[in-house]
C-alpha cells in the first residue's frame, strides 16, 4: 500500500484506530453514510463541462462580480497650502481633537451622574406594574 507521505506502517495503523475506528459516522476505509453536500459530484460535472467547452481564455474573465473600494485624498496646493500653514489650522484641529477627547468624558461623566440622580428615587407601584406586564403576556394572570 503507497502513501503519500514517508509514514511508518505502525503511525498509519494507529492513526487509522484513532480517526476512523472510533467515528461513528465513518464506514469502512472512510466512507460517510451520507454525501457531504447534496448533488456536489452535479455541480463539479457541470462546472468541468462548462469549462471544457470554453474556446477562448477570455470567456473565463467576468465571470464574478468584483468591488473595488477607491481611496482619495484631497492635497491642498498652491495658495490654499499657504492659507493653512498660516492660520495653523492643523494644529489647531489636532489641538481641537484632543481637548475633545478630555471634554467628552467629562459630558459622559456628568450624564451618568445626572441619569443616577433623576433614577434614584423612581419607583414603580406594584399595581400598575403588575397590569402592564398582564397585558404584555409576561405575567399569567392568578
Known amino acids: 500500500m503507497g502513501l503519500a507521505y514517508d509514514f511508518t506502517r505502525e503511525h498509519y495503523d ?17 466512507g460517510y453514510k451520507f454525501p ?5 459530484e452535479k455541480r463539479i460535472e457541470s462546472t468541468t463541462l462548462k ?7 477570455s470567456e473565463l474573465t467576468g465571470l464574478y462580480s468584483l468591488s473595488k473600494t477607491l481611496r482619495f485624498e484631497l492635497k491642498p496646493i498652491g ?4 492659507h493653512i500653514e498660516s492660520k495653523g489650522l492643523i494644529a489647531q484641529d489636532e489641538q481641537r ?8 468624558d467629562i ?15 423612581f419607583k414603580f407601584e406594584q399595581n400598575s406594574l403588575e397590569i402592564k406586564m398582564r397585558f404584555s403576556n409576561h405575567m399569567p394572570t392568578r
Open 79 to 82: 495658495k490654499t497650502l499657504e
Open 51 to 57: 469549462i471544457r467547452k470554453m474556446k477562448q481564455l
Open 14 to 30: 494507529w492513526w487509522y484506530n484513532e480517526s476512523i475506528n472510533k467515528n461513528n459516522e465513518e464506514i469502512g476505509w472512510g
Open 97 to 104: 481633537a484632543e481637548e475633545y477627547k478630555k471634554v467628552k
Open 107 to 121: 459630558i459622559d461623566r456628568y450624564h451618568k451622574k445626572f441619569i443616577t440622580m433623576c433614577l434614584s428615587d
Open 36 to 40: 457531504e453536500t447534496i448533488g456536489y
